[in-house]
């Protein structure tokens, strides 16, 4: 067990130490970065399901004095979100909280915790795009987030290009062509528009320059850049640090339900001492799961 001692804090004990340097950098948490793609779902439960319902199929052709031909709906597939806890605290003993002659500083420890738990809501958000295209990562339909051959009732879909490639005004009009022309699981078409552009730090200049320049970019045409007149994407673009696939973007539509951050306990902070060794104990938990349930919220490549 780790316990923080005085021989860990020396310089606390002693003046003219007007700040601890390492704890105060600015909160990742007050521009949450996770917080600009999931819908936050509350819950009381050890775990919340979602349950997929494929629609009805086309209208039937009927004769003068035929009967009526029914359909049924179906069960499709089942996804289930199930809480996990978080945990992470530090000790204090007693000595070094009666030596320090810089209590109010010292408190920054727990400014600490509160950043730790924050980054690991950012990164296991995150994870959900960094293992989207990751065989070993699957949804309820039991294939990945974007994958070529989502199973339907009418067949395989897809919310991947045809053929991976790299960001470029090209390849993203061909991804929004492609949700254009989606399907529900009866394989009629449904009505889902494109809402952000979501990529890793590494293509934030790429995408500035196909999203925002009025005419077309790298070409010495004046055309017009189609993209920035149709505004083919209110939302604008989302940029995520914690993607680690360099050319990996996505494109996220208005499909509900999509991605989802099941809340069943918000981070928690606590403090107590222990009876035996009168050392301060120091925690945060929270509970919480991230992941998606209808694919159609995400289209995207993994890049060429």
């Known amino acids: 067990m780790a316990i923080t001692t005085t021989g860990n804090i020396q310089k606390l004990l002693v003046p003219g130490l007007t700040d601890i340097f390492g704890l105060k950098y600015n909160s990742l948490d007050q521009n949450s970065e996770w917080r600009q793609l999931f819908t936050i779902q509350n819950s009381v439960r050890s775990y919340e399901e979602d349950e997929a319902i494929t629609g009805l199929g086309l209208a039937n052709r009927t004769a003068e004095g035929d009967s009526v031909q029914y359909d049924s709906f179906k069960q499709a597939y089942t996804v289930r979100y199930t809480s996990i806890k978080y945990t992470l605290g530090f000790i204090l003993t007693e000595e070094a909280i009666d030596d320090n002659l810089y209590v109010q500083s010292g408190m920054n420890r727990a400014q600490a915790l509160a950043r730790s738990i924050h980054e690991t809501q950012e990164i296991t958000a995150a994870n959900v795009f960094n293992h989207a295209f990751n065989g070993s990562y699957p949804g309820g339909d039991s294939v990945s987030f974007?994958?070529?051959?989502?199973?339907?009732?009418?067949?395989?879909?897809?919310?991947?290009?045809?053929v991976a490639a790299d960001l470029s005004e090209a390849s993203l009009e061909n991804i929004l062509i492609q949700i254009e022309d989606a399907r529900d699981n009866r394989n009629l078409r449904i009505n889902i528009k494109p809402q952000k552009l979501i990529i890793p730090k590494w293509l934030m200049f790429d995408a500035t320059r196909i999203l925002k320049n009025p005419q077309r970019p790298g070409t010495a045409d004046r055309d017009i850049n189609a993209l920035y007149a149709l505004d083919s994407l209110p939302g604008g673009m989302v940029i995520n640090r914690y993607f680690t696939d360099q050319d990996a973007w996505f494109v996220m539509t208005d499909c509900e339900p999509g991605l989802k951050y099941i809340n069943r306990k918000w981070p928690m902070f606590g403090a107590d001492n222990d009876f035996d060794t009168s050392n301060a104990k120091?925690?945060?938990?929270?509970?919480?799961?991230?992941?998606?349930?209808?694919?159609?919220?995400?289209y995207g490549s993994e890049g060429a």
């Open 146 to 162: 974007l994958n070529a051959s989502h199973p339907t009732e009418s067949g395989v879909q897809s919310n991947v290009l045809s």
């Open 282 to 298: 120091f925690k945060v938990n929270g509970r919480w799961a991230v992941g998606f349930t209808d694919w159609r919220c995400m």
